[in-house]
């Protein structure tokens, strides 16, 4: 059994960042030998556990395969074979798609600290495309990682996805928007979608007016800020 921190933590620890939340991946264990080791299992659909001590979340390593629209339609195999390469490509962009090890060794089989150097948000595969909510988080990313920039065949990749946003949920939505309004940068997530030329979800916005707007003026939450341009602060609502 070897135990990974991943994603996140990892990215921001590279970046010089403080590091809000740890998340690891364990390869070549199973879900008994965890709960054996007092972990509780918190995931229906995936085997993610709870540390017994620091609470922090602990994922058998797995793969995922798509088998329907919905974003609970997918086939996890959390089989003790399964490697760190092969969870970590599952993964939607590279620069969350690093591990550290526990002698300190950072596990980058995908060119993540390389796109972290260029300032660049990359998708890792084209499973990218297997779960359209990733052109939200990408666009999320943007505002939260300012100087970052979307690659040109990520950008290229989300245009030929968006036919597919209007099948997600407007709660799922509204969390990313919800994230990047408080993000050091929101108007690049309203730029990402101008640029994709995403108009389902933002039909009722000038997205023009809105990233000048977010450029000129700060606002103390998402809520206040999209409340302010005339679209809904409720996700419920977003629901169409």
Wanted: hydrophobic share 40%; glycine share 8%; with cysteine.
């Amino acid at each position: 059994m070897n135990i990974y921190l991943v994603g996140g933590a990892v990215r921001d620890e590279l970046l010089g960042r403080s590091v809000a939340e740890r998340d690891w991946v364990v390869v070549g264990a199973t879900s008994d030998e965890l709960l054996q080791r007092g972990f509780r299992q918190v995931g229906r659909d995936f085997p993610v556990f709870l540390h017994p001590r620091t609470g922090e979340e602990y994922a058998l390593a797995r793969t995922e395969r798509r088998t329907g629209p919905g974003h609970a339609d997918f086939v996890c195999d959390a089989d003790p074979g399964v490697t760190l390469e092969q969870d970590l490509s599952r993964r939607d962009l590279t620069i969350n798609a690093m591990a550290r090890a526990a002698d300190g060794t950072l596990v980058d089989p995908y060119g993540g600290q390389r796109d972290l150097d260029a300032r660049v948000l990359r998708h890792v595969s084209p499973a990218f495309a297997e779960d359209p909510l990733r052109v939200f988080r990408v666009a999320r990313f943007a505002a939260q990682l300012p100087d970052f920039t979307v690659g040109d065949d990520t950008l290229a990749l989300m245009r030929s996805m968006r036919e597919e946003l209007s099948a997600l949920s407007g709660e799922r939505v509204w969390a990313e928007v919800s994230k990047a309004a408080s993000a050091p940068a929101p108007a690049r997530f309203f730029e990402t979608v101008h640029a994709i030329g995403e108009t389902h979800w933002f039909a009722g916005l000038d997205l023009p007016k809105t990233i000048e707007l977010f450029l000129r003026h700060e606002f103390d939450s998402a809520s206040t800020a999209l409340t302010a341009l005339g679209w809904s602060n409720s996700a419920t609502a977003l629901d169409h």
